[in-house]
């Protein structure tokens, strides 16, 4: 939002907008998974790997395979910063920003505030494809932003302060027609 000044002057938006969103119920679901790995660390130590060795080396191998999962996979979504510059739109998932998706805001025609974005519409937390919504990125229910782009494609993330980031991007286009990107 641009601050309004008694003098009638306006403060641009700052060169560099970020936002976020967090999820802390993903740390929950995080500890399930360290403890499904610590499941199949203590199995493999405390057993005595004398007989019915299969199944043993099935459980372990099973308990740290899908404590690995969980912990990363939940991790990855357990917060989401955009940051949007004058060029570019970017959305970095989890602690290391994987999964990252970079848009050029020369493809986007435009940006709207989405007041209600819930994973039940989407299928879950996380990156999220349905061909007919698009993609989006949804780390808890809320507000969020949907971007549409120029090639027809729409792209959802939840972010707080979806508002500010909609004004921002908005103020940021280009006028363009659909065949000036190509």
Known sequence: MRDHHPHGEHTPYPDVWTGR????????????????????????????????????VMAVVGCIAAGLLVLFGTLAFVHVALRVDE?????????????????????????EFVPH????????????????????????????????LWDGHTFTVTVDDAEAAVRVIRDRLRPQRPNAAR
Not at 31 to 50: F, Q
Not at 133 to 143: D, H, I, L, Q, Y
């Open 21 to 56: 969103a967090t999820n802390r119920a993903q740390w929950l679901l995080a500890l399930a998974g360290a403890a499904c790995m610590a499941l199949g660390i203590a199995l493999a130590v405390d057993s005595a790997w004398t007989s019915a060795v299969a199944p043993l």
């Open 87 to 111: 060029e570019h739109l970017e959305v970095r998932c989890g602690h290391i920003g994987v999964p990252r998706r970079r848009i050029p805001l020369s493809q986007v025609a435009g940006a």
């Open 117 to 148: 974005v819930t994973p039940r519409h989407w299928g879950g937390w996380g990156y999220r494809w349905r061909p007919e919504k698009g993609t989006a990125v949804v780390v808890r229910r809320g507000e969020g932003l949907l971007l549409r």
